[in-house]
């Protein structure tokens, strides 16, 4: 990919860069959102907008940057968490 060919890419209409960035893979979004503060904004609610967390640690981290960025925090539309709670007082 030319220079040329990347500028045209920031031509298309916004509503085209999101739609591309909502069906590419998680990893693809991340990249993506390193390129520029266009992208950053961009990617964010396809990156925010349903979180599926696996982990305590996850939680936790994932609380921490919705606090403290309003803009991730507003793309929120499901949160759900996922982890089996095993009690050591049972076993």
Do not use: G
Request: contains cysteine; hydrophobic residues 50%.
């Amino acid at each position: 990919m030319t220079p040329r060919d990347a500028l045209s890419i920031v031509r298309l209409p916004l509503e085209v860069l999101e739609v591309i960035i909502e069906f590419a893979p998680v990893d693809a979004q991340l990249c993506v959102s390193r390129l520029s503060k266009l992208f950053h904004s961009l990617t964010l609610r396809a990156l925010y907008r349903n979180l599926s967390l696996r982990s305590p640690r996850a939680v936790v981290a994932c609380c921490r940057t919705l606090v403290s960025s309003r803009r991730a925090a507003a793309t929120v539309r499901s949160f759900v968490i996922h982890y089996a709670y095993v009690s050591y007082l049972e076993l």
